[in-house]
C-alpha cells in the first residue's frame, strides 16, 4: 500500500529555516521522481521542487531556487526539503506526491500505468 508521511512544518520567523521530511511507503524512490508541492488558501497548488529518480534531476521553482535544497536517503525512503531564508508569505500546506514522471513531475503526471499519491499535508507559517 502506497502511502505518503510528510512532516517537519511548524512556525518559523522570516529568515528562518524549516526542513520537511516525506517518508514514502509502498515503492521505492530510486524508481520514480517525486514532488513537493504547497497550496495556499484560495490559491491554485504550486509545484515547488521534484527530484528525478536517479537523484541527479532535480527542479526548483523561481521563487525558491538558491533557498530550497530537496534532497533523499533511500535507505530511510524519504525525501527531504531543506528550506532557507524563509520569507514572509501566507501560510501554506506543503505536499509531496509520488510517483511522478522525472520529464513531468511537477505536472504532476504519473509514470505510465501509475497513479499519483499526495500525503496529508505539513503546514508551514512564516510569520514575526
Known amino acids: 500500500q502506497v502511502r505518503l508521511v510528510e512532516s517537519g512544518g511548524g512556525l518559523v520567523q522570516p529568515g528562518g529555516s524549516l526542513r520537511l521530511s516525506c517518508e514514502v511507503h509502498?515503492?521505492?524512490?530510486?524508481?520514480?521522481?517525486i514532488g513537493w508541492f504547497r497550496q495556499v488558501a484560495g490559491k491554485e497548488r504550486e509545484g515547488v521542487s521534484c527530484i528525478g529518480a536517479s537523484g541527479g534531476a532535480t527542479y526548483y521553482a523561481d521563487s525558491v531556487k538558491g533557498r530550497f535544497t530537496i534532497s533523499r536517503d533511500k535507505d530511510k525512503n524519504t525525501v527531504y526539503l531543506q528550506m532557507n531564508s524563509l520569507k514572509f508569505e501566507a501560510p501554506a500546506i506543503y505536499y509531496c506526491a509520488a510517483p511522478l514522471s522525472t520529464s513531468a513531475c511537477v505536472a504532476v503526471v504519473p509514470p505510465s500505468g501509475h497513479q499519483v499519491f499526495w500525503g496529508q499535508g505539513t503546514p508551514v507559517t512564516v510569520s514575526s
Open positions: 509502498g515503492f521505492r524512490l530510486d524508481l520514480y521522481a
